[in-house]
């Protein structure tokens, strides 16, 4: 089955609640993981079930790296704040290096999350609503 990674910096969280709840229909089709605060907030107001891992700074970014080492996941989605310094940045350098090294798609903008969630839905053969 698909499974993506879904991460949100705080000040990106509204963003993700947004793309997600526009994507509910095939977001509820497949497994999603996500960090600790931003999946609580996914699951409370956009309703999707999810599999929670701690927060970013407490870990769950290096949780998502390791699977993304163990092929675990097809793609992830991390709407970051770059304008803001985040006190666990090695962890946040150290997932999008990891997937660099396991060509795993991954989105830092909506714009780009639009694009990569399509793409992980065409390998679905399911096109998504506008």
Known sequence: MTRIALIAHDD???EMLDFAAA???YL???DIVTTGTTGERIRDEVGLDVDR????????DLQIGGM????ALDAIVFLRDPLTAQPHEPDISALLRICDVH????AT??????????????EDD???DA
């Open 12 to 14: 990106e969280k509204p």
């Open 23 to 25: 994507h509910e229909s």
């Open 28 to 30: 509820s089709t497949i």
């Open 53 to 60: 891992k701690a927060s970013g700074p407490m870990g769950g």
């Open 68 to 71: 993304v080492a163990e092929g």
């Open 103 to 106: 060509d795993v798609p991954l």
């Open 109 to 122: 903008t909506r714009t780009a999350a639009e694009y990569v969630l399509a793409g992980v839905a065409a």
């Open 126 to 128: 399911v096109t998504l």
